[in-house]
């Protein structure tokens, strides 16, 4: 199975960026599809963005549409998700996953097997 670690939270100003990265364990990386949800302090988990097996197939929630952009290089095993002009209402934890099927949509948290640990932001106004 798939170990997800995730990384580069932070905090920062509002208009800043950051990029955070989810190294995976295993041989088997490039077979799964990844997304990356957040949660906000009494908020439900919220899905932001997913990258295809081949990194050529992108979705994002529209909230994020422009800024973030999702990307992967299969040979280190990792996904990255680059935060351009943050905005407060960006701040949340946020995770880094692995699904099998991306299927009609990579937003349902069941198609996702693995998960990572979690990685704070924090946008400053």
């Known amino acids: 199975q798939v170990q997800l670690v995730g990384s580069g939270g932070g905090l920062v100003q509002a208009g800043g960026s950051l990029r955070l990265s989810c190294a995976a364990s295993?041989?088997?990386?490039?077979?799964?599809?990844m997304g990356w949800f957040r949660q906000a302090p009494g908020k439900e988990r919220e899905f932001v963005a997913a990258?295809?097996?081949?990194?050529?197939?992108?979705y994002y929630v529209d909230s994020v549409k422009g800024r973030f952009t999702c990307s992967r290089d299969n040979a280190k095993n990792t996904v990255y998700l680059q935060m351009n002009s943050l905005k407060p209402e960006d701040t949340a934890v946020y995770y880094c996953?692995?699904?099998?099927?991306?299927?009609?949509?990579?937003?349902?948290?069941?198609?996702?097997?693995?998960w990572g640990q979690g990685t704070q932001v924090t946008v400053s106004s």
């Open positions: 996953a692995a699904g099998a099927a991306w299927g009609s949509s990579p937003l349902p948290t069941r198609k996702y097997d693995y």
């Open positions: 295993g041989r088997t990386f490039s077979t799964y599809y």
């Open positions: 990258i295809s097996r081949s990194g050529v197939s992108t």
